[in-house]
């Protein structure tokens, strides 16, 4: 998430849509935890807006 503050990403996305998309991240390069089906729905977040911020962090991973 500190990579976050670098970027615009903390200004374009609320505290709980960058939570969720760091936590799907993780997921996604590290297989961290465990697959649920749209646990992100419950902190009010969409599955587009997830995939979008994780996006951005695994980019932003891969460019260092």
Do not use: T
Request: net charge negative.
């Amino acid at each position: 998430l500190g990579d976050s503050l670098v970027s615009d990403m903390c200004i374009r996305y609320g505290a709980h849509s960058m939570a969720c998309g760091a936590l799907s991240a993780a997921h996604q390069m590290y297989n961290v935890l465990p697959a649920k089906d749209k646990w992100f729905l419950e902190c009010d977040v969409s599955e587009r807006m997830v995939s979008a911020v994780a996006s951005e962090f695994i980019e932003m991973i891969k460019m260092k």
